[in-house]
């Protein structure tokens, strides 16, 4: 089975289908082969506990794609990590910005990184039919992150902007986004 197949046998096997958050599920971890390196784990930095419970909760008739999940977990985690890695930095921004401390929030919280870790726009590296659906989720799951990001900028340049305040790095080429020759890069329609 390949990751074309997974995704409709994952919401096949869904709970609560209609969900942003087992959309961004279901497409993170269907999307797993087209990844590179670390970042091909169904949901990168969990292990195999937390991927069967993250089964059980959203898929809980997908025991049958068990193994192969578990198959591209391993392979994925022999897989050296970038020296450069914000992949921690961003769960870690995410699961402080969750909207409620509950297991499923940080299981998201490693959906949205990995899916980050991807070259499309976020909602389509999440598997999501458009980025309404991101938007939804984010309100969901991290209130207090799709209210700082206010102006509507693309997730994943939203996200690591926050994490270069954090460091207080500076990145951007003007004072405000408004004068900035970059702007409909990072606000710009996503297509």
Known sequence: M???DLRPHLLAFAARPDLPETLALAGTIALAPRRRGPWRAPLAGLGARDL???????????????????????????QQRPEMDEFDDLVALLVAHQTEDAPDSRWIAHAVATASMADNHLWQDLGLPSRVELNALMQTRFTALKLKNA???????????????????????????????????CFGPES
């Open 2 to 4: 390949n990751a074309t």
């Open 52 to 78: 069967d419970a993250v089964l059980l909760t959203y898929f809980p008739g997908a025991a049958p794609l068990r193994p192969l999940l578990h198959i591209w977990r391993e392979e994925a985690e022999a």
């Open 151 to 185: 102006g509507d900028m693309k997730w994943k340049k939203f996200f690591y902007r926050q994490l270069c305040e954090q460091a207080e790095v500076l990145i951007c080429k003007s004072p405000s986004c408004a004068e900035c020759c970059d702007y409909s890069v």
